[in-house]
């Protein structure tokens, strides 16, 4: 089982990373031009927020199991990344775009979570 956790919290975090720096070096004016057309809806400090947000839950994922200290935040961050694609498919929704990648997204970080509590808690 550590073994599925390790491919689903690396998928993950990897996506979340990765998704996470580009909002936050990116401008709005920037995202929006890369057909994010959904930061309309949101400040530039809002879109670093989320940026932020999940960045911090991609390394929740990570460095607490491999660390050995505070493995209970793995969970914790696989819940707050569910939060985050709830949100960003609502926001998806609304201009009346696909929320597939949400959708895979959230199922990926709630099967690490699940994973995480099988495996450390």
Known sequence: MEIAYW?????????FAFTGAFK????????????????????????RGIAVAEILGALGLILPPLTG?????????????????????RAHLKLNETIIPNIVFGVLALVSGVLAVIVWL
């Open 69 to 89: 200290v505070a493995v209970w935040l793995a969970p914790l961050a696989a819940l707050g990344l569910v939060v985050i694609q709830v949100g960003a498919a």
């Open 24 to 47: 936050l070096v990116k401008s709005k004016d920037q995202l929006k031009a890369a057909g994010m057309n959904w930061t309309d809806s949101y400040s530039a400090n809002g879109i």
């Open 7 to 15: 491919i689903a919290a690396g998928i993950t975090a990897l996506g």
